[in-house]
């Protein structure tokens, strides 16, 4: 329940005062004096919003009293009762003493009431807009302590594995150790490799390890765009410039001034728009659509493609000038088939994020899973494991994700050596009988890893007994992996 207003009345007349403390009592907690001197003690150990001053006093006017509390307590709303219309001391009041209503004899109650409540109306707006400009004032500062929190707090990830996930020995370490060199140095950086193999996550290592790390960091994907969104979305454009352009507005190099621009997919361009990039790149500058002036930007530019784009400048369809210049340090990085090693910990890492997201208690895979995950090849790279690991959280409901809940073109066998890295094993060389074995160990490795390792439902769905699926599984040497795993084999 909100308190009510608090309004001192200051009057010498006994008989005015309690009239005026009877009618306003209801709507104001109402505090009297009948002199200055009482008046100003209340006023240093209460809080008063509100204060109704009689003009004639026997020591002081109303207007010399209402002047001094103008300059001790400025915050109070001052109000003037008076029974004279003397307008020289309605001026007076107004400039010196700052009040906010001059009253006249005789006062209607309800007219009363009204003024006294829109004056605490105006007490309350003035301290809401002293909050405001204090929160104003702050702002910057607790803005900036807010961005630099998170600042460090990616900069700390970047600058301490430089945020890409490996194992010993992975073939991603000679990227990482590549990625440390260059950075500090102010050149453009060209990354090349499949998509999903983590380009961006290298563009932003670059960054945060570089002296711009606490500039912007912008990234663009120029395969998402035709030439001319692609355009007023890097350069920036002024209004009425097309159709749609209501105001003026900056490009990406232009808000990333000071650091890194990313431009992802950059073989995707047309020719026409490599012309235009070029000369960003070469003179530092930019001219935004419908300017006729340019502007200096400085900017560090990454880059990456998965094409290979020398062949695409042998063939012409890449700018020999545009290559040159965004290649003075190249880093490719390797495909996710190449790095097994590397799977358990991706794929944990990514178990923990996509949990998070989705909402579900982070879990474990099993070791048969994991060994899956490790024998299939991956075209789609770090992508597509993180597709199929969020497929499996949502569709698994144990505590431990098995291999059950993989993709069928995943559950391939772990130990038929080269085959395995086939989406089809019947496409491997080998006699028609070679190929229809590869087929059928496949089909029962698959069946068994759907049923957990049942023999008896696997036998059921296969139409075999259990005397032939052993036979076929010692034929084929289909163990299950945890067996193979505790034996050493």
Same mark, same amino acid.
């Given at each position: 329940?909100?308190?009510?207003?608090?309004?001192?009345?200051?009057?010498?007349?006994?008989?005015?005062?309690?009239?005026?403390?009877?009618?306003?009592?209801?709507?104001? %907690?109402?505090?009297?004096?009948?002199?200055?001197?009482?008046?100003?003690?209340?006023?240093?150990?209460?809080?008063?919003?509100?204060?109704?001053?009689?003009?004639?006093?026997?020591?002081?006017?109303?207007?010399?009293?209402?002047?001094?509390?103008?300059?001790?307590?400025?915050?109070?709303?001052?109000? #003037?009762?008076?029974?004279?219309?003397?307008? &020289?001391?309605?001026?007076?009041?107004?400039?010196?003493?700052?009040?906010?209503?001059?009253?006249?004899?005789?006062?209607?109650?309800?007219?009363?009431?009204?003024?006294?409540?829109?004056?605490?109306?105006?007490?309350?707006? @003035?301290?809401?807009?002293?909050?405001?400009?204090?929160?104003?004032?702050?702002?910057?500062?607790?803005?900036?302590?807010?961005?630099?929190?998170?600042?460090?707090?990616? @900069?700390?990830?970047? @600058?301490?594995?430089?945020?890409?996930?490996?194992?010993?020995?992975?073939?991603?370490?000679?990227?990482?150790?590549?990625?440390?060199?260059?950075?500090?140095?102010?050149?453009?950086?060209?990354?090349?490799? %499949?998509?999903?193999?983590?380009?961006?996550?290298?563009?932003?290592?670059?960054?945060?390890?570089?002296?711009?790390?606490?500039?912007?960091?912008?990234? &663009?994907?120029?395969?998402?765009?035709?030439?001319?969104?692609?355009?007023?979305?890097?350069?920036?454009?002024?209004?009425?410039?097309?159709?749609? =352009?209501?105001?003026?507005?900056?490009?990406?190099?232009?808000?990333?001034?000071?650091? /890194?621009?990313?431009?992802?997919? #950059?073989?995707?361009?047309?020719?026409?728009?490599?012309?235009?990039?070029?000369?960003?790149? @070469?003179?530092?500058?930019?001219?935004?659509?419908?300017?006729?002036?340019?502007?200096?930007?400085?900017?560090?530019?990454?880059?990456? /493609?998965?094409?290979?784009?020398?062949?695409?400048?042998?063939?012409?369809?890449?700018?020999?000038?545009?290559?040159?210049?965004?290649?003075?340090?190249? #880093?490719?990085?390797?495909?996710?088939?190449?790095?097994?090693?590397? #799977?358990?910990?991706?794929?944990?890492?990514?178990?923990?994020?996509?949990? /998070?997201?989705?909402?579900?208690?982070?879990?474990?895979?099993?070791?048969?899973?994991?060994?899956? $995950?490790?024998?299939?090849?991956?075209?789609?790279?770090?992508?597509?494991?993180?597709?199929?690991?969020?497929?499996?959280?949502?569709?698994?409901?144990?505590?431990?994700?098995?291999?059950?809940?993989?993709?069928?073109?995943? $559950?391939?066998?772990?130990?038929?050596?080269?085959?395995?890295?086939? %989406?089809?094993?019947?496409?491997?060389?080998?006699?028609?009988?070679?190929?229809? &074995?590869?087929?059928?160990?496949?089909?029962?490795?698959?069946?068994?890893?759907?049923?957990?390792?049942?023999?008896?439902? /696997? =036998?059921?769905?296969?139409?075999?007994?259990?005397?032939?699926?052993?036979?076929?599984?010692?034929?084929?040497?289909?163990?299950?992996?945890?067996?193979?795993? &505790?034996?050493?084999?």
């Amino acid at each position: 329940m909100n308190s009510l207003p608090t309004l001192l009345i200051v009057d010498d007349e006994v008989r005015g005062l309690e009239a005026l403390e009877r009618i306003l009592e209801d709507e104001f %907690e109402v505090r009297t004096a009948t002199n200055v001197k009482d008046a100003e003690a209340i006023l240093e150990r209460e809080w008063i919003q509100l204060l109704l001053c009689d003009q004639r006093m026997p020591e002081t006017t109303g207007v010399q009293f209402l002047s001094r509390v103008r300059k001790q307590w400025p915050d109070v709303v001052r109000i #003037i009762l008076s029974g004279y219309t003397d307008a &020289e001391d309605i001026i007076q009041g107004i400039n010196e003493a700052g009040i906010y209503q001059y009253i006249t004899k005789p006062w209607h109650p309800d007219n009363l009431i009204l003024t006294l409540k829109n004056a605490a109306h105006l007490f309350n707006l @003035q301290r809401e807009n002293e909050l405001l400009n204090v929160e104003l004032r702050r702002m910057p500062e607790s803005l900036e302590q807010k961005i630099s929190g998170k600042r460090q707090r990616i @900069q700390a990830r970047y @600058q301490s594995d430089d945020g890409i996930i490996r194992a010993p020995g992975s073939a991603m370490e000679q990227v990482c150790v590549k990625v440390r060199r260059v950075a500090p140095y102010d050149v453009t950086v060209l990354l090349s490799g %499949e998509s999903g193999t983590g380009k961006e996550l290298c563009a932003r290592a670059l960054h945060y390890n570089s002296l711009r790390c606490d500039k912007p960091f912008v990234v &663009e994907n120029c395969a998402a765009l035709p030439d001319e969104l692609l355009e007023s979305e890097l350069f920036g454009y002024k209004r009425g410039a097309f159709t749609g =352009a209501v105001e003026d507005r900056a490009g990406l190099f232009e808000r990333a001034d000071g650091g /890194t621009i990313f431009l992802d997919e #950059i073989g995707e361009v047309s020719a026409a728009f490599q012309v235009k990039l070029l000369r960003v790149l @070469q003179e530092g500058e930019v001219r935004p659509l419908g300017c006729a002036q340019r502007r200096k930007v400085n900017v560090r530019v990454i880059a990456a /493609t998965n094409r290979e784009l020398e062949a695409e400048v042998r063939c012409g369809r890449f700018r020999q000038d545009l290559y040159y210049r965004i290649s003075s340090f190249t #880093i490719n990085l390797p495909p996710l088939r190449e790095r097994p090693m590397d #799977i358990p910990l991706l794929a944990n890492a990514i178990l923990r994020q996509t949990a /998070t997201q989705i909402g579900k208690e982070a879990r474990a895979f099993s070791s048969e899973a994991l060994a899956c $995950m490790q024998a299939y090849h991956w075209p789609g790279n770090v992508r597509e494991l993180q597709n199929e690991i969020k497929h499996m959280l949502v569709m698994g409901d144990a505590d431990e994700l098995g291999a059950e809940l993989l993709s069928a073109k995943i $559950m391939l066998p772990a130990q038929t050596g080269e085959e395995h890295a086939k %989406e089809f094993p019947g496409d491997a060389g080998g006699s028609l009988k070679q190929r229809i &074995e590869r087929i059928e160990a496949r089909i029962l490795r698959e069946a068994l890893i759907r049923h957990r390792w049942n023999k008896s439902r /696997t =036998a059921q769905e296969l139409g075999l007994s259990r005397v032939g699926l052993r036979g076929k599984l010692e034929r084929y040497a289909l163990e299950r992996v945890e067996q193979v795993n &505790e034996t050493g084999s």
